[in-house]
């Protein structure tokens, strides 16, 4: 390891030893050019041995980046906090851009800085960031070790609850370095929290920076602590790997994947489904009777015998907690109310190390003090611009492994992954869109993928409930052009020989008095009906937007599920089709996408043939089709 001389900081021989044993001259080159730039007073290197593991779980308490809580194995973490409008706590996309050569430019909402420009701000930024400070160098793997699916990930940082949330979250990675057969052929980031203010928290956020920089295969991101922002291995790394999957042969997604049985449990079907934030993602995941192999990213490649095959990014959760209750949630709610390894963001804590977050429940009794992602906390307390401050954030999270549920699939580390038999699709949509439709084929599956659309929520900093076009549920993150993207899938697909069913759910149909016409379990009964539908046991009614459920096979299953009498009034609340609203909606999609370049012609096939049949539906029978009349 060539170390710079001038530089005053300190490394054991141990630790020295773990860089020298990769035998990479890239790793070493990185990590002298972060110690360089970003001069620490201290590097501490850690390996897969589980001692090292443990100390960079103490270090973050020892550090105060955590603090212990009443159940053993609990800590939490606060993100910085301003205002309302000025935080840490959410990803922070106006600050987050691709570098890219002069000329070069990306598809709609992606930001673009041009590279060498990029490169000379944020480096500048980071100059002598973490003069003071530890750096800590850990090494990860993305996708099961040792398996077709394997990335390797270097992460530089100067915040020990980014890596010990990484450690919760992602496989190992120092053993799976010394096997690569290309030594270059790996993902890194520098990270660094930035100076901090007296509570441990980010101070300049006005200097918050997350630049990526494909050609590299790097991310620098500065001044900001906030997971979404700093974990490498998070959606940092998902944008590097969409980039490397679109110059390849296979797809890099913003996917759950679980696996769900039948009534008789008789045969177990794995799924993959695209959710943007707080839109029911982790909740499919983790329906009650499935299991789960991962609950956000996703690698697909095609199997030995041209079927699908899947495997999770991750080996943990990092998930909203908001509104995770025993009823709605049991699995979840079980594994972060009982002692284990689990780190929680931005919810309230009281004295005594409890733990509280909006809508835990009914039963709950909420206290009116405590201590918060704003700090000490009164019920009532309004932050700098007269917004009243509840008592855990909108985005608060919480991170445990996945091992630590009860459902965990026993899959989850194969190396050959998981067959995929169908993909599902939401957003959220209060006007639109059925609670469960099968595409026609799968170029249809890429349009409902494509033409997802969703009210902004608190996952991301701005306003809050703005109907948005979210492709995939992976817009934030593909920094190739969409174009590329969407034929990607195209031709993706068409290589298969054993295709999977494509699904588009929507948990959040209102009824005109504003009203939910689903309840939050009734998300099992669509899963089933399309994991019937893959097996051949259920029928359906076609229509110029997909297919949808009969009315007796979902009494079925509302019967035999839950022991209710599902009735024909809620049927038609919920299936009806609204072809203006089909319509009005392809119209928003075709301006969306009239000016993406190298769009695949299979997308606007299908739109104009989802168009003149939609219209035409609408000219035989109306606006408001019951599913008895189809």
Same mark, same amino acid.
């Given at each position: 390891?060539? #170390?710079p001389?001038?530089?005053?900081?300190?490394?054991?021989?141990?630790?020295?030893?773990?860089?020298?044993?990769?035998?990479?001259?890239?790793?070493?080159?990185? $990590?002298?050019?972060?110690?360089?730039?970003?001069?620490?007073?201290?590097?501490?290197?850690?390996?897969?041995?589980?001692?090292?593991?443990?100390?960079?779980?103490?270090?973050?308490?020892?550090?105060?980046?955590? %603090?212990?809580?009443?159940?053993?194995?609990?800590?939490?973490?606060?993100? !910085?906090?301003?205002?309302?409008?000025?935080?840490?706590?959410?990803?922070?996309?106006?600050?987050?851009?691709?570098?890219?050569?002069?000329?070069? %430019?990306?598809?709609?909402?992606?930001?673009?800085?041009e590279?060498?420009?990029?490169?000379?701000?944020?480096?500048?930024?980071?100059?002598?960031?973490?003069?003071?400070?530890?750096?800590?160098?850990?090494f990860?793997?993305?996708?099961?070790?040792?398996?077709?699916?394997?990335?390797?990930?270097?992460?530089?940082?100067?915040?020990?609850?980014? @890596?010990?949330?990484?450690?919760?979250?992602?496989?190992?990675?120092?053993?799976?370095?010394?096997?690569?057969?290309?030594?270059?052929?790996?993902?890194?980031?520098?990270?660094?929290?930035?100076?901090?203010?007296?509570?441990?928290?980010?101070?300049?956020?006005?200097?918050?920076?997350?630049?990526?920089?494909?050609?590299?295969?790097?991310?620098? @991101?500065?001044?900001?602590?906030?997971?979404?922002?700093?974990?490498?291995?998070?959606?940092?790394? #998902?944008?590097?790997?969409?980039?490397?999957?679109?110059?390849?042969?296979?797809?890099?997604?913003?996917?759950?994947?679980?696996?769900?049985?039948?009534?008789?449990?008789?045969?177990?079907?794995?799924?993959?489904?695209?959710? /943007?934030s707080?839109?029911?993602?982790?909740?499919?995941?983790?329906?009650?009777?499935?299991?789960?192999?991962?609950d956000?990213?996703a690698?697909?490649?095609e199997?030995?015998?041209?079927?699908?095959? +899947?495997?999770?990014?991750?080996?943990?959760?990092?998930?909203? =907690?908001?509104?995770?209750?025993?009823?709605?949630? /049991?699995?979840?709610?079980?594994?972060?109310?009982?002692?284990?390894?689990?780190?929680?963001?931005?919810?309230?804590?009281?004295?005594?190390?409890?733990?509280?977050w909006?809508?835990?429940?009914?039963?709950?009794?909420?206290?009116?003090?405590?201590?918060?992602?704003?700090?000490?906390?009164?019920? +009532?307390?309004?932050?700098?611009?007269?917004?009243?401050?509840?008592?855990s954030?909108?985005?608060?999270?919480?991170?445990?492994?996945?091992?630590?549920?009860?459902?965990?699939?026993?899959?989850?580390?194969?190396?050959?992954?998981?067959?995929?038999?169908?993909?599902?699709?939401?957003?959220?949509?209060?006007?639109?869109?059925?609670?469960?439709?099968?595409?026609?084929?799968?170029?249809?599956?890429?349009?409902?993928?494509?033409?997802?659309?969703?009210?902004?929520?608190?996952?991301?900093? !701005?306003?809050?409930?703005?109907?948005?076009?979210?492709?995939?549920?992976?817009?934030? &993150?593909?920094?190739?052009?969409?174009?590329?993207?969407?034929?990607?899938?195209? %031709?993706?697909?068409?290589?298969?020989?054993? #295709?999977?069913?494509? &699904?588009?759910?929507?948990? &959040?149909?209102?009824?005109?008095?504003?009203?939910?016409?689903? @309840?939050?379990?009734?998300?099992?009964?669509w899963?089933?009906?399309?994991?019937?539908?893959?097996?051949?046991?259920?029928?359906?009614?076609?229509?110029?937007?997909?297919n =949808?459920?009969?009315?007796?096979?979902?009494?079925?299953?509302?019967?035999?599920?839950?022991?209710?009498?599902?009735?024909?009034?809620?049927?038609i609340n919920?299936?009806? $089709?609204?072809?203006? @609203?089909?319509?009005?909606?392809?119209?928003?999609?075709?301006?969306?996408?009239?000016?993406?370049?190298?769009?695949?012609?299979?997308?606007?096939?299908?739109?104009?043939?989802?168009?003149?049949?939609?219209?035409?539906?609408q000219?035989?029978?109306?606006?408001?089709?019951?599913?008895?009349?189809?």
């Amino acid at each position: 390891m060539n #170390l710079p001389m001038y530089t005053d900081y300190l490394i054991t021989d141990a630790d020295k030893a773990k860089i020298t044993a990769l035998d990479n001259p890239k790793v070493t080159k990185v $990590i002298d050019e972060a110690i360089q730039l970003m001069n620490p007073k201290e590097v501490i290197v850690i390996n897969d041995d589980p001692k090292d593991i443990a100390r960079a779980r103490q270090l973050a308490l020892d550090m105060n980046e955590e %603090k212990k809580l009443a159940i053993r194995g609990h800590s939490i973490h606060y993100d !910085g906090f301003i205002s309302a409008t000025n935080h840490d706590q959410a990803r922070d996309k106006s600050h987050t851009a691709v570098l890219l050569p002069k000329g070069q %430019k990306l598809s709609r909402g992606l930001n673009v800085v041009e590279r060498e420009a990029g490169l000379k701000e944020v480096l500048g930024i980071m100059n002598g960031v973490m003069r003071g400070k530890t750096m800590i160098v850990r090494f990860f793997c993305l996708g099961p070790t040792n398996s077709r699916f394997s990335l390797s990930a270097l992460q530089i940082t100067d915040s020990s609850y980014v @890596s010990h949330s990484e450690d919760l979250l992602y496989r190992q990675g120092y053993e799976q370095f010394k096997k690569l057969a290309n030594k270059d052929d790996f993902f890194y980031f520098y990270h660094s929290a930035g100076e901090l203010n007296e509570r441990g928290n980010t101070k300049n956020i006005d200097k918050r920076r997350i630049y990526i920089d494909p050609i590299a295969n790097r991310v620098y @991101s500065v001044n900001n602590q906030y997971a979404g922002n700093s974990l490498a291995c998070k959606k940092l790394a #998902l944008r590097l790997a969409i980039n490397k999957a679109n110059n390849e042969d296979w797809l890099a997604e913003h996917m759950f994947i679980s696996a769900f049985s039948p009534i008789d449990g008789n045969r177990k079907t794995y799924f993959a489904g695209a959710y /943007p934030s707080a839109c029911g993602k982790t909740s499919t995941a983790m329906i009650p009777g499935g299991s789960i192999v991962g609950d956000d990213i996703a690698y697909l490649r095609e199997g030995p015998d041209g079927e699908m095959r +899947g495997a999770n990014v991750e080996h943990g959760i990092f998930g909203i =907690i908001r509104d995770v209750n025993e009823k709605d949630d /049991p699995e979840i709610f079980k594994a972060i109310t009982e002692p284990k390894e689990v780190i929680f963001s931005n919810i309230l804590t009281t004295d005594l190390g409890e733990t509280y977050w909006e809508g835990m429940g009914k039963k709950i009794q909420y206290p009116d003090t405590g201590i918060n992602f704003s700090g000490n906390w009164t019920k +009532g307390n309004r932050d700098a611009e007269g917004v009243e401050i509840p008592l855990s954030h909108p985005n608060a999270r919480f991170t445990l492994k996945i091992n630590e549920l009860v459902n965990c699939d026993e899959k989850l580390h194969d190396p050959a992954g998981v067959e995929i038999s169908a993909i599902l699709y939401g957003g959220r949509d209060s006007d639109t869109t059925v609670p469960v439709v099968e595409s026609l084929s799968w170029a249809h599956g890429v349009f409902i993928g494509a033409t997802i659309e969703s009210e902004t929520t608190a996952a991301t900093i !701005g306003k809050s409930g703005v109907r948005k076009s979210s492709p995939m549920a992976n817009m934030d &993150f593909v920094i190739v052009p969409l174009g590329k993207y969407l034929s990607n899938h195209i %031709k993706f697909g068409n290589k298969l020989k054993k #295709l999977p069913k494509v &699904f588009a759910t929507n948990y &959040f149909l209102k009824s005109d008095e504003g009203e939910y016409l689903n @309840s939050k379990l009734d998300k099992k009964i669509w899963v089933l009906w399309a994991e019937g539908r893959i097996h051949g046991d259920f029928g359906a009614i076609s229509t110029p937007i997909g297919n =949808i459920p009969e009315f007796d096979d979902l009494h079925m299953l509302f019967d035999k599920v839950f022991h209710k009498d599902y009735t024909k009034e809620e049927y038609i609340n919920q299936f009806s $089709i609204y072809t203006k @609203s089909y319509l009005e909606k392809f119209a928003r999609m075709e301006a969306l996408f009239k000016d993406e370049e190298n769009m695949p012609p299979e997308f606007w096939e299908i739109m104009e043939s989802q168009k003149k049949n939609t219209l035409a539906l609408q000219e035989e029978k109306g606006e408001i089709i019951s599913p008895f009349d189809l």
